[in-house]
């Protein structure tokens, strides 16, 4: 006699389907290169990359998470600018600077801070750009954008013709 079936189990077919859907890599291509497919339609992307993202573990953010951080960083900086606001209050007294032989600059305390601050940030800010706009260049000429192909004249006519 045949042995009961139990129909709370899941068929060993339908098993292997399902784990080979939530498995990274489905087949023998590279990973990634069912995104790279190019007659794949865009929603069949979204789709598939939308998987990729749910099986890596990482969740999306919800958009109450989102708007939780986005108040808690402009709380972060309105209580800093506050805080800077106070300790430029309290300091504000003017400070002599001797500049070269009896030439000299009364400056209140927190200017003078604030034009230290940038004379040192702005050297690295400029080197920061510069590397930047370099590396962006050379990626560029490695790295060329695709060539506009043209419609042809039979392809437009072929259009209308549908």
């Given amino acids: 006699m045949a042995a009961p079936i139990n129909k709370t189990a899941p068929a060993p077919a339908m098993t292997r389907f399902f784990s080979d859907l939530s498995s990274p890599r489905r087949g023998l291509e590279p990973r990634g290169a069912a995104l790279n ?18 099986n890596s ?12 951080m986005q108040f ?14 106070i300790i430029a209050r309290n300091n504000w007294f003017d400070v002599t600077i001797n500049l070269w032989g009896s030439l000299q600059a009364d400056v209140k305390l927190p200017l003078l801070v604030l034009i230290a601050l940038l004379l040192g940030f702005l050297p690295t800010f400029l080197v920061m ?4 706009w370099r590396l962006e260049r050379r990626l560029s000429v490695a790295n060329p954008p695709a060539p506009q192909i043209a419609p042809t ?4 006519d072929r259009d209308f013709a549908l």
């Fill in 37 to 54: 497919c190019p007659v794949m339609p865009a929603a069949a992307k979204r789709s598939l990359s939308a998987t990729k993202r749910r």
């Fill in 57 to 68: 573990g990482q969740e999306e953010p919800s958009p109450l998470s989102r708007n939780v």
């Fill in 72 to 85: 808690l960083r402009t709380l972060f900086w309105v209580v800093l600018a506050v805080f800077l606001a």
């Fill in 129 to 132: 750009r510069a590397r930047q």
């Fill in 153 to 156: 004249v039979a392809a437009a």
